[in-house]
């Protein structure tokens, strides 16, 4: 069974500039979680869809948003970037909704570098 | 407010030596779930164990083993007979429910171990 996968895995993008970054999970998965994880802060929640739909919200800005699509492939967007918004975004999907609850898969993650 | 302490920043241990890695939680739920992933050099994070909070059972797999203590809010990690394999960053994590319709997880800052030869 193939794993999570993430496209692009590395990405360059200027300031003031959005960026779209790709997540596949496992066949069958329908729930994805988004995460962020910068050296500073550590692993930080986003958000999880399940069937379309958000469930679940971390707390960051609304230049974070994302969606899901109803082959449970997602995509997760930050606009007008700014340098902290540097880090590495992983994507995770689980069987069941309420993510936090099961275990999850983790993609190989999305480096992104914002100069 | 749910929060993770993972005390130990780095270890740093001898092959075939044993080693533990703490764990300290804080949460209101009485309903929670605790993890643990461990993340290599390659940076994608392996799910490694999952319990819930009315299961205070240990747990051995293999080399590794899980005490989980609710009286001292721990579920600590060891590994025994450590190889350099096992040299990654480990992070322990807690999800709770909000009102019971909201599990988020929240990570510890992580563990990084370094198994020499």
């Known amino acids: 069974k193939a794993g999570v996968t993430q496209t692009p895995r590395y990405l360059i993008k200027t300031r003031g500039q959005q960026v779209t970054l790709s997540c596949s999970p496992i066949?069958?998965?329908?729930?994805v979680s988004w995460y962020q994880q910068t050296p500073g802060q550590g692993l930080q929640f986003l958000f999880e869809?399940?069937?379309?739909?958000?469930?679940n919200k971390g707390n960051f800005p609304g230049r974070f948003s994302g969606r899901q699509f109803s082959n449970s492939r997602s995509e997760m967007n930050v606009s007008t970037l700014e340098l902290g918004d540097s880090a590495l975004y992983l994507c995770?999907?689980?069987?069941?909704?309420?993510?936090?609850?099961?275990?999850?898969?983790f993609g190989p993650g999305t480096r992104l570098t914002v100069t | 407010a749910q929060k993770v302490t993972q005390a130990q920043t780095e270890i740093s241990v001898v092959e075939k030596e044993d080693v533990t890695l703490d764990c300290v939680y804080e949460?209101?739920?009485?309903?929670?779930?605790l993890f643990w992933y461990k993340q290599p050099p390659s940076g994608e994070l392996v799910f490694l164990i999952r319990?819930?909070?009315?299961?205070?059972q240990n747990e051995i797999s293999g080399r590794y083993s899980w005490n989980f203590q609710k009286s001292t809010s721990s579920f600590n990690f060891t590994i025994t007979a450590s190889q350099v394999v096992d040299s990654a960053v480990y992070f322990c994590?807690?999800?709770?429910?909000?009102?019971?319709?909201?599990?988020?997880?929240?990570f510890g800052k992580g563990t990084l171990l370094t198994v020499n030869p």
């Open positions: 319990r819930n909070s009315f299961d205070e």
């Open positions: 994590a807690l999800s709770e429910g909000s009102g019971g319709s909201n599990y988020k997880l929240t």
């Open positions: 949460t209101r739920d009485t309903t929670y779930y």
């Open positions: 995770a999907s689980s069987l069941g909704v309420l993510a936090g609850s099961y275990e999850q898969y």
């Open positions: 869809y399940f069937s379309e739909t958000q469930r």
């Open positions: 066949s069958g998965h329908r729930s």
